[in-house]
């Protein structure tokens, strides 16, 4: 008898048990886990702030952003299959938040209403690879890994998941199975180049055919503002700086749907801004970015900022030449390779050329391209070290190539 009073117990325990862990996931299922990301990866990603803070003080481009996007999906077959009107529902949300066009901005309360922003953002899906091949920017791929995690395999062919396409051209998304209900995390601007996009659980991205708390695609919207140089609304701290002066100061993050005023620290007389894109609350219920979230954001597409090579992507140009000679291509590495030595990376009037083996052919010349390979400078080759002139070239990325030689192209940067 004590046995069997003993076995109804311990189901009785089990149930409970599974309830509080299903609570415990549908709590986390909102959960960003941008800060986790960021304190595991800094040892190989710069400071956070350091490289987007002068964005805040810099003129704003007068012109419009077109942001190309390849999304990776990447499936393991036992999980939530990502159709492609899953992908086209979900770049229509980004285009509708990032520009205010969502209808339920008008729900912003009074004090803030003046703070909404129009960022002037648009995503279009890439229409070319990197190269030169036509692309519908969908790429999909299997995967025998269960759930991924916040190390980046996700983001490499080789551990499962698929390679970055170059940064410079394109947003790279990763869709996919994560592990313990992380929603998303996103790399930081001047992070690794094989390592820049941003990582979305399968389970809330899109908006077609979803419900429950993020069914309006507000994840992507909330981790690509990461990407652009938002930090969290609460400054990652209690009652933490985010670096922007027309959001708030809060405690720390909101769940849920709060509703009127909310004050947890500082003296803004509006109190929390729990509404935010960068906040935690349910996708219903954040519908704004700021004026100065929009003037940081922008910031990064000055010259010498991180996403201004993205204004002359040719991802969104007609089949052709390669947009990005470089790409599967290893070999071809920036700022050296074994025979070839170039500086200052990056660049500004005159380019050191070091040709570090022996090898060349007498008489042959340095051949500058830009990165779709058409040349514009031939300069010959007198000796060991050869300074080249490169003021008259626009900012951007070139290759510079030995001619008549087996030594590898280089990349380099003009600012």
Known sequence: MNGRHN????????????????Q?????????????????????????????????????????IVIPVV?????????DFVTNE?????????????????????????????????CGIRFELAKVDPGGNLSTGIVRRKTAVQAFALDDKVKFNDRGGDDAWPRDHYLNIWVCPLISAISGYASVPGAREELDGVVINESVFGITNRNGINSLGRVAVHEIGHWLGLKHIWGDGYCGDDGIDDTPQQKSYHKGCPSGLVTSCGSDPGGDMY??????????????????????MLGLFEPGQARFPLLSSGALSAPGNPIDALWGNKDLKQGSVANIGLSPVPATTSLRVELLETG??????????????QPLLSVPVTGKVVQIDISTLKSGQYLLKVENSGVPASKFIKL
């Open 71 to 79: 999304v990776h999906i990447i499936s393991n077959g036992s999980t």
């Open 24 to 64: 415990v996931l549908l709590h986390a299922q909102n959960e960003c886990r941008q800060t986790d990301y960021i304190l595991q990866s800094k040892l190989v990603s710069p400071p956070y702030n350091t490289v987007t803070a002068a964005a805040n003080t810099l003129n704003i481009v007068a012109r419009d």
């Open 86 to 118: 899953q992908v086209y529902a979900q770049i229509d949300a980004l285009n509708r938040d990032y520009n205010a066009a969502n209808g339920d901005r008008l729900k912003t309360p009074s004090y803030f209403l003046g703070r909404v922003a129009n």
């Open 360 to 373: 060349t052919v007498p008489g042959s010349r340095l051949l500058v391209y830009n990165i779709v390979g």
């Open 275 to 296: 509404m935010n894109y960068m906040d935690l609350t349910d996708d219903a219920c954040r519908y704004m970015f700021t004026e100065g979230q929009k003037k940081k």
């Open 7 to 22: 076995q109804i117990f311990m189901r009785r325990i089990i149930s409970v048990l599974y309830l509080l862990t299903i």
